[in-house]
């Protein structure tokens, strides 16, 4: 294969994933001058909306699901296929298999499938009425629905961030809800407990009701509907409505075959965004974006990570685009990870991987007072940092993770510079 796949005004490019990476991956194949046919593959019915306000703003009401609609410049120059999802790949005839039974042959592949929500253990369990996940529009449309019916309790299994955004909005609507995680604190395993428990005590200050070290070991059910989970001590906690938020799978099954090397972990990419196969030699006619992209980055070695994270899907997908339509001149993709998350009136906010941190410290403000900064280092290095309504100072840290500042920094970057910073254990299981 050549190096670079070339574009012309006759070439066929498919993307798969109707998605925010997926539509500002397409999007960057036409600002980069490719004017050939484009089409779209995405399993839900609907076009390119944001996930985001799911857990928040439609729940609560603020929005109305269909609101949610992403804006975009195409639309008479793209093919869209919603509705149906890819089935397989076969990259010898460049052609991709739709679950209708029809395919599609490519010049260049954008694969931005992203995630799904992860299941319930028990499958029969989670079919049950009054059982939710929250992933896509409609998912959030139905849970909506079930909140305003004022049910007497809502269990959300697990505590992180979509469970405690679910958490939050229960409370928002003055709804008893009782959040169920195994790990000590909630957002145990992304930001470790230290920190987690000081984001739980604003939890249960609004009334949230925690059982942390807790495993639900079933779904219980009474005239067909769920009725209340069975922890695995042996307790009961009643109610009407069950959200499961125990994370995301990556959407990879379909590219068993392909050759590519691509798990449940995600889709292998080289240093500029072209997908691998099992030999790791780079397909020029393929890239990924977004969720489902595995790709070496930069600022940690070169360790290969996946992020599912918005700001990030947004711009690896326009690198993607820009590399599919033949413009290979930009930097190697690494974008300095950052996150977000809204939990009622609190705002949460991280850059860099708290992965593998060994220590952690606050360098900003007072939890007491619910606005602080988190700074984690590893091996003496700064890797991470999380905001809590502090997210103006958040920059200059990112800076320092950026440029491997030592840990903790040698000038302190805060409201308070005279502080003696205490280094913690960041608490992760």
């Known amino acids: 294969m050549s190096d670079v796949a070339a574009l012309t005004s006759d070439s066929h490019a498919v993307v798969v994933g109707g998605g925010l990476a997926g539509l500002r991956g397409a999007e960057a194949m036409r600002d980069a001058g490719f004017e050939g046919r484009l089409t779209i593959v995405g399993n839900e019915p609907h076009r390119p909306y944001d996930r985001p306000p799911l857990s928040k703003h439609v729940l609560t009401g603020l929005l109305p699901p269909d609101v949610t609609r992403l804006p975009s410049d195409l639309d008479g120059d793209v093919e869209w296929r919603l509705g149906v999802g890819a089935a397989s790949l076969d990259r010898g005839a460049r052609t991709l298999r739709l679950t209708d039974g029809t395919t599609l042959r490519y010049d260049a592949l954008l694969i931005a499938t992203g995630t799904r929500a992860r299941p319930w253990i028990h499958p029969e369990e989670e079919r049950l009425p009054g059982v939710f996940s929250i992933r896509s529009r409609d998912d959030a449309a139905s849970l909506r629905a079930a909140l305003v019916a004022r049910p007497k309790r809502v269990v959300v299994i697990g505590a992180g961030f979509i469970g405690c955004e679910v958490a939050a909005v229960c409370r928002e609507l003055d709804l008893p809800v009782c959040l169920i995680d195994p790990s000590p604190s909630p957002l145990g395993r992304v930001i470790g407990s230290a920190v987690g428990g000081l984001i739980g005590a604003v939890h249960e200050g609004w009334g949230v009701e925690m059982r942390l070290g807790a495993e639900v070991a079933h779904l219980e059910a ?163 940092a999380v905001s809590v309504d502090s997210a103006r100072w958040l920059p200059a840290y990112g800076h320092l993770i950026e440029t491997a500042a030592p840990f903790p920094p040698a000038e302190a970057v805060t409201d308070r510079p005279s502080r003696k910073i205490d280094i913690l254990d960041p608490g992760f299981a």
């Open 222 to 384: 009474k005239g067909g509907r769920f009725v209340g989970v069975r922890l695995k001590d042996g307790g009961r906690i009643e109610a009407q409505v069950a959200v499961v938020a125990l994370g995301a799978v990556r959407n990879t099954e379909w590219l068993d075959g392909s050759g590519l090397s691509a798990d449940s972990g995600g889709i292998d990419c080289d240093e500029r965004g072209f997908v691998t196969d099992a030999f790791g030699q780079p397909d020029p006619r393929i890239a990924a974006a977004g969720d489902v992209a595995r790709f070496p980055h930069p600022l940690y070695g070169g360790r290969r990570i996946a992020l599912e994270h918005w700001g990030h899907a947004v711009a690896q997908a326009r690198h993607a685009g820009r590399l599919l339509a033949g413009d290979a001149s930009g930097p190697v993709y690494g974008a300095v990870p950052n996150f977000w998350s809204t939990q009622g009136d609190m705002v949460v906010k991280s850059v860099g991987l708290t992965e593998g941190a060994d220590a952690v410290a606050i360098v900003q403000g007072d939890p007491a007072e619910r606005r602080f900064v988190a700074l984690y280092g590893r091996a003496g290095r700064c890797v991470a």
